[in-house]
């Protein structure tokens, strides 16, 4: 029986049609047209901070980010598909605290409310969410 001197490496690529990607939302929208941004930080506040501080020209887009939502670097990302998957609460209680949670933050202006998932998609095309847990 002979002994192969080399062995040769099986193919791993399939070629597959290729579907068109839509793009994650339109350029065109802005912040405010979403959804108002809800935080307790004051960009008024971070400006006197900065400048104070002597480091207002290299840190100058923090109020501005603070108000209009922060550039990461996902600008042109887009997905393909909507990704919402169900939260893990391990009981009712779990689940009751959180919703009376968000309920609380939003009366209070501390956070924004929750969209249908049909109007976010039609503002801002595909779209992931992350699910929420209780750990104690």
Same mark, same amino acid.
């Given at each position: 029986?002979?002994? $192969?001197s080399h062995?040769?490496h099986?193919?791993?690529?399939?070629?597959?049609?290729?579907?068109?990607?839509?793009?994650?939302?339109?350029? &065109?929208?802005?912040? !405010?047209?979403i959804?108002?941004?809800?935080t307790?930080?004051?960009? $008024?506040?971070w400006?006197l901070? %900065? !400048? &104070?501080? +002597?480091i207002?020209?290299?840190f &100058?887009? @923090?109020p501005?980010?603070?108000?209009?939502g922060?550039?990461?670097? %996902?600008?042109n990302?887009? %997905? =393909?598909?909507?990704?919402t998957?169900? &939260?893990?609460? #391990? /009981?009712?209680?779990?689940?009751?605290?959180? @919703? +009376?949670? *968000?309920i609380?933050? @939003?009366?209070?202006g501390r956070?924004?409310?929750? *969209?249908?998932?049909?109007?976010?998609f /039609?503002?801002?095309?595909? *779209?992931? #969410? =992350?699910?929420? =847990?209780?750990?104690?």
């Amino acid at each position: 029986m002979a002994v $192969a001197s080399h062995q040769e490496h099986a193919c791993t690529a399939t070629p597959a049609a290729f579907v068109a990607i839509l793009t994650m939302g339109p350029p &065109n929208v802005l912040p !405010k047209d979403i959804f108002p941004i809800v935080t307790r930080l004051k960009p $008024a506040a971070w400006e006197l901070a %900065l !400048k &104070n501080a +002597s480091i207002w020209e290299e840190f &100058n887009d @923090i109020p501005k980010g603070l108000q209009e939502g922060f550039l990461c670097g %996902l600008e042109n990302f887009t %997905l =393909a598909t909507t990704f919402t998957p169900e &939260n893990h609460f #391990t /009981s009712k209680e779990d689940e009751e605290f959180v @919703i +009376s949670k *968000y309920i609380d933050e @939003i009366k209070l202006g501390r956070m924004s409310p929750r *969209y249908e998932p049909n109007t976010l998609f /039609s503002l801002i095309s595909h *779209y992931h #969410t =992350a699910p929420l =847990a209780v750990i104690e």
